[in-house]
């Protein structure tokens, strides 16, 4: 659901990873995905249109965001 309200409202960049416990003070990780569930839900997202997808692991927000943005930048001026 969440993914269709992103798109809902015209987001098409979208970095997904696992969230890591940065200490012992904050909320604890309750369940590890696999890559393979990271690739599904990559999949899934581009197939809805997200345009930038970068899914796994070990992304961030500022994964390669310079190239994703650049990426969407000239996919809008091609179109």
Do not use: I, K, N, W
């Not at 696999?34 to 581009?46: I, K, M, N």
Request: proline share 5%.
């Amino acid at each position: 659901q969440v993914l269709q309200d992103l798109r809902d409202h015209g987001c098409d960049m979208l970095t997904l990873g696992q969230y890591l416990q940065p200490s012992r003070h904050h909320l604890p990780v309750t369940r590890f995905l696999t890559p393979e569930e990271f690739d599904e839900l990559g999949e899934r997202a581009r197939e809805m249109g997200f345009r930038q997808v970068a899914s796994g692991p070990m992304v961030r927000s500022s994964y390669h965001a310079d190239l994703q943005a650049q990426g969407v930048a000239g996919e809008t001026e091609a179109v």
